[in-house]
């Protein structure tokens, strides 16, 4: 899978939209951007994922560029609640037949930090 | 409905000891997988399985450690010879299948402290 690479904090006033960057330059075709979040003490929550076009639901949106090197997780209102580390992901998504690709593992890097603050 | 579930939520065992760490995923989920979190790091895979089969085990890192899932749904993470530098919260996560499009539901952890 391809490799992140996310600044490792970032700070948001609440009530302000939070814009978390993600690279992922060597991204291959036939890889999905993820992203979870961590609150502290918790397992990992899944928040949404995109493989060229933008994304929204309920939690957030995902900015994709066009040429899928980078991607931003915007969350249009954050509260303090989205406290929390915040992971970029790419993931293979689909079997293949070459062996030796795992699909279905995600693979975390450190994350980003993101601290939303009153 | 109910999420995924971990027990124990804490466990506390002395260097070389066997210990057992069991996952509930969510009713009619086929995939559930594996991972460890050392503090300050981000989650690392361990193994999953597609249904009662592990399909992929690369993540283990050395032969002490195991993980049945006999019936398709409970599945037991097994460490022996449990050493200090298997501390670490272990998690497990479900999914409907393995396909792309379904995201992994993680349940809490479980904290193992080796002595």
């Known amino acids: 899978d391809a490799k992140t690479t996310q600044p490792p904090s970032m700070d948001c006033a609440e009530g302000r939209a939070a814009n978390l960057p993600c690279n992922h330059s060597?991204?291959?075709?036939?890889?999905?951007v993820y992203w979870y979040r961590q609150i502290h003490s918790q397992g990992p929550q899944y928040i949404i994922h995109?493989?060229?076009n933008n994304e929204t639901n309920e939690m957030a949106s995902l900015i994709i560029t066009e040429d899928r090197k980078s991607s931003t997780l915007i969350l249009p209102h954050a509260t303090l609640r989205d406290t929390a580390v915040y992971y970029c992901i790419v993931r293979v998504g689909f079997l293949t037949n070459a062996g030796g690709t795992s699909y279905g593992k995600l693979t975390f890097g450190q994350g980003t930090i993101l601290t939303v603050h009153p | 409905g109910a999420g995924v579930s971990q027990t124990p939520s804490n466990k506390v065992t002395e260097k070389g000891k066997y210990v057992e760490l069991r996952c509930d995923p969510i009713s009619g989920h086929t995939a559930l997988y594996w991972y460890r979190q050392s503090l300050g790091q981000g989650p690392e895979f361990l193994i999953y399985f597609q249904g009662t089969g592990a399909a992929d085990d690369s993540g283990l890192p050395n032969d002490r450690f195991f993980a049945v899932r006999p019936e398709g749904s409970v599945s037991t993470l097994k460490i022996q010879r449990t050493e200090r530098g298997d501390s670490a919260v272990y998690l497990c996560a479900s999914s409907l299948t393995v396909r792309e499009a379904n995201e992994q539901f993680f349940g809490p952890g479980t904290r193992l402290t080796v002595l």
């Open positions: 995109g493989l060229k």
């Open positions: 060597t991204i291959s075709g036939n890889e999905y």
